[in-house]
């Protein structure tokens, strides 16, 4: 099933790759027991992909750690997830995309959690196929529509969603494949059926990420596998606010952010020339 998959798509497949191998670390900073079955026979020629441009076995690395992004990342919005769960005024998670996401399956969720994934038919179908065997572990809604289609809001409300209630958004693993118009849209659009009180996260580069000689390896991978990074902002608060959003933008490496894992130094926000990657997290005014 996965020439159903288009490219971008095909990068949450790595992500599930790396969710698998973090797993098996006796150090994990999660658990994520469907990872594997997720990404299937794809999982070690990705990662090895990624680890060839990541650790050039002729010169010193040059690009950040993907693996120990990936991990972090990941343990962040696990946090975030959870802790906007706990409010017993919180009954609405929206992923968006989904992607081979399992958290709906490995996490323990208040029983209050509405819980829906948003994403096109065939990433839904092929995620539903490898876990046909796994019962969610919260109420679980899959939307299978996709992103850039006119009508996914009302998909999404037919789904069992309620705009005049708070509600959670995670946008991973999606800002910088997309280019700045549909970034801008796309925020327009969640901060629409969006409630006052509702909470948002995404990742996010920086303009100089798109661009720097030295990111060129990892940028390489993603423009050959046809889904190169388009999109990176150096004002991420700037850009939620416009949408009605206040934000904090936390890099990895920062204090909430490392878990012990993040291995280079976190450069200033005042810097200039130097690869950023921002978790943004905050709520709808």
């Known amino acids: 099933m996965t020439d159903l998959l288009n490219a971008v798509e095909r990068t949450a497949l790595l992500t599930a790759a790396l969710r698998a191998a973090e797993t098996r670390r006796e150090d994990r900073l999660y658990e994520d027991p469907y ?45 975030f997830l959870f802790g906007a769960a706990g409010h017993p005024g919180m009954t609405q998670i929206v992923l968006a995309p989904a992607g081979m996401d399992s958290r709906a399956y490995r996490l323990r969720w208040p029983g209050h959690i509405r819980y829906f994934e948003v994403d096109r038919p065939a990433v839904l179908e092929f995620k539903a196929d490898r876990l046909r065997d796994v019962t969610p572990r919260v109420a679980h809604h899959p939307v299978a529509v996709d992103l850039t289609a006119d009508d996914w809001e009302q998909r999404l409300v037919d789904a069992g969603y309620d705009p005049s209630l708070p509600s959670t958004w995670l946008l991973e693993g999606l800002l910088y494949y997309i280019p700045e118009a549909d970034t801008h849209r796309m925020l327009q659009r969640v901060a629409a059926v969006s409630a006052p009180g509702s909470r948002i996260a995404a990742d996010l580069v920086n303009a100089a990420a798109l661009t720097l000689p030295h990111m060129r390896g990892l940028l390489d991978v993603f423009a050959r596998w046809g889904c190169p990074w388009v999109f990176g902002s150096d004002e991420p608060e700037a850009l939620f606010d416009q949408y009605g959003f206040d934000v904090e933008a936390t890099q990895p490496g920062e204090p909430g952010a490392d878990f012990g894992r993040w291995p280079d130094p976190v450069p200033t926000r005042d810097g200039t020339d130097v690869r950023r990657v921002f978790f943004v ?3 709808r005014r």
Not at 54 to 78: E, K, M, Q, W
């Open 35 to 79: 990872a594997a079955t997720l990404v299937g026979d794809a999982g070690p020629g990705l990662l090895a992909e990624i680890r060839a441009a990541t650790f050039p076995p002729d010169r010193p690395r040059t690009l950040p750690s993907t693996p120990d992004y990936n991990a972090i990342r990941t343990r962040f919005f696990d946090d």
């Open 281 to 283: 997290h905050g709520r």
